[in-house]
């Protein structure tokens, strides 16, 4: 058990120097320039209305971009986030915003949504991006820039999550310290297939090319599938140096771990391979192993190369220095990570908004 401790652990703390290393590539990218700006739609399915809903779809209207168009989709007009939109479009008369009222079909809404919205689309670049997302006024400019690139398929953000609520802030702290650094490895190490369902840019060509968004409208992790059949197609994924926004809805304990637990599942049987291999991440747990175990530098060497991963990640690539205060508990984090991985593995039903779904081992979903 000794060696096996001391194996995993050194594993783990390789894993969180390449962390590091990932983060700094990411920073020191060279910023590129945006040569053309072609016209945009932007696609946003919405349902229910999330806090700052509005003030996340006007920073959408105050592109600092020539030409784009911004539709907002919903199952039906009784939709609480509906008033949201109509205030928009009457604040904004000369940005070219729509709400199209799309009802229900496939067993993954929100790509059903995006199925419609796509057809009343006029242009040949689109972006998809979450309901809550606030994106800077550059956003745009930047996102649509690497497509000028006829190898780049998909362009992707890193974001950072706010909330007001205690357990709000423990699962924002986990995603700034555990998902992003994740992510910032995954193209270091050769992973094409990523894409966050913060901000997915590509051309309509290409889309359509992948059978459109019927090809995904039966898989609950529509972001991973869309950037799976894109990158099949010999394109690449950039992951942009922007950074948007998104405000988790002041959630209670339950719904965060039901949130980690649906999340844990949708990776699961997404990439089943690299699910199997995610508590090497979780440097917390073998720190905890290392000192019952007697081995207290490993330990330690454990609890610095974690602490520092966190803050390489959520402090120097997303700039969040709120959560500066919360930056010594991110090994317990790594406990709660791992229970909810084994929590993964116990199940193969989900809950999504306020749904229960069944998950089939390829990732297709169907309602309970």
Request: some cysteine; charged content about 15%; proline content about 5%.
């Amino acid at each position: 058990m000794t060696i096996v401790v001391l194996i995993a652990g050194l594993v783990s703390a390789a894993y969180h120097v390449i962390a590091m290393v990932a983060a700094l590539v990411h920073k020191s990218r060279t910023h590129r320039a945006a040569t053309a700006c072609p016209p945009v739609s932007i696609l946003k399915p919405v349902y229910g209305l999330d806090d700052g809903f509005f003030e996340a779809i006007r920073g959408h209207a105050l592109q600092d971009y020539p030409e784009f168009e911004i539709i907002f989709g919903v199952h039906n007009l009784h939709d609480p986030a509906v008033a949201a939109v109509r205030r928009l479009i009457a604040e904004y008369p000369k940005v070219p915003i729509s709400l199209v009222e799309a009802g229900s079909g496939a067993p993954n809404g929100k790509v059903h949504i995006l199925t419609r919205l796509a057809a009343e689309a006029k242009y040949s670049v689109l972006l998809v991006n979450d309901s809550d997302i606030s994106v800077p006024r550059h956003y745009l400019r930047n996102v649509t820039e690497p497509l000028s690139d006829p190898s780049v398929g998909l362009v992707t953000c890193l974001y950072r999550a706010e909330s007001s609520s205690l357990a709000g802030k423990w699962e924002a702290l986990g995603i700034a310290t555990d998902f992003i650094p994740s992510t910032l490895v995954a193209p270091l190490a050769g992973i094409r297939e990523f894409g966050l369902g913060s901000t997915l840019c590509f051309r309509r060509s290409d889309l359509e090319h992948i059978g459109g968004f019927a090809a995904i409208a039966d898989y609950i992790a529509d972001d991973y599938q869309l950037a799976k059949r894109l990158t099949s197609l010999g394109l690449n994924a950039y992951l942009s140096d922007v950074v948007v926004s998104t405000h988790l809805s002041d959630p209670d304990w339950k719904s965060v771990w039901n949130h980690q637990v649906r999340w844990a599942r949708t990776i699961r049987v997404s990439r089943g391979d690299g699910y199997a291999g995610l508590p090497v991440t979780h440097a917390g747990l073998w720190a905890l192993l290392a000192a019952c175990a007697g081995n207290a530098w490993l330990a330690l060497l454990l609890i610095a190369a974690r602490l520092a991963s966190g803050l390489f990640g959520g402090v120097g690539i997303l700039g969040q220095k709120r959560l500066l205060y919360l930056f010594p508990l991110i090994p317990l984090w790594d406990l709660w990570a791992f229970a909810v991985w084994i929590a993964g593995w116990a199940g193969n039903t989900v809950v999504w908004r306020g749904r229960h779904y069944r998950l089939t081992q390829d990732g297709r979903l169907f309602p309970v």
